[in-house]
């Protein structure tokens, strides 16, 4: 039996994120992808302060990535918000839906087809503030201060009024 598999999408350029820009930079991570060959590409098109491009600065990237490719673009945020810095980050989780096809060799034989769904991350990283009430925001960081030692010293000086 030959499978192939083909993922579907209701609309393959659609995003999880409410109100993004048309001409927003996509970064498509793959189980196969390089992570440095992502984030040369990443890093260099969001430094690019006072350079224009078309006519726009560019001031959003949005990473996506399913299956096995979910941890590498974790990753690849993470990586590029220590290397810019000042980023907001809104995160969406999220299901494709594949179909499995199996075809017999054999003439006349039906194939056999399955449907599964697979885990997807869609990350928005932005210069510019993001709602902070939009579900999955995170602030930029403090530089020094991690996030939870920034929750600590707020429940330290809430202790002390």
């Given at each position: 039996?030959?499978?192939?598999?083909?993922?579907?999408?209701k609309?393959?350029?659609?995003?999880?994120i409410?109100?993004?820009?048309?001409?927003i930079l996509?970064?498509?991570?793959?189980?196969?992808s390089k992570i440095r060959?992502?984030?040369?590409?990443?890093?260099?098109r969001m430094?690019?302060?006072?350079?224009?491009r078309?006519?726009?600065?560019l001031?959003?990237v949005i990473?996506?990535g399913?299956?096995?490719?979910?941890?590498?673009?974790?990753?690849?945020?993470?990586?590029?918000?220590?290397?810019?810095g000042g980023?907001?980050?809104?995160?969406?989780?999220y299901?494709?839906?594949?179909s499995?096809?199996?075809?017999?060799?054999q003439?006349g034989a039906?194939?056999?087809?399955?449907?599964?769904?697979?885990?997807?991350?869609?990350?928005?990283?932005?210069?510019d503030p993001?709602?902070?009430?939009e579900p999955?925001?995170q602030p930029p960081?403090?530089?020094?201060v991690?996030?939870?030692d920034?929750?600590?010293?707020r429940?330290l000086?809430?202790?002390i009024k």
């Amino acid at each position: 039996m030959s499978h192939s598999t083909c993922l579907s999408l209701k609309d393959s350029n659609s995003f999880p994120i409410p109100g993004l820009a048309a001409d927003i930079l996509h970064m498509r991570v793959k189980e196969g992808s390089k992570i440095r060959n992502l984030l040369r590409f990443a890093t260099a098109r969001m430094q690019e302060e006072g350079e224009e491009r078309k006519g726009a600065l560019l001031r959003q990237v949005i990473f996506t990535g399913s299956g096995r490719g979910v941890t590498k673009t974790i990753t690849c945020v993470e990586i590029l918000k220590r290397k810019v810095g000042g980023l907001h980050q809104v995160s969406k989780l999220y299901y494709k839906t594949a179909s499995d096809v199996w075809e017999s060799p054999q003439t006349g034989a039906s194939s056999v087809s399955m449907q599964r769904t697979i885990p997807s991350i869609c990350i928005l990283l932005s210069k510019d503030p993001l709602d902070p009430q939009e579900p999955g925001y995170q602030p930029p960081e403090t530089p020094g201060v991690t996030n939870e030692d920034a929750k600590r010293q707020r429940v330290l000086l809430g202790s002390i009024k």
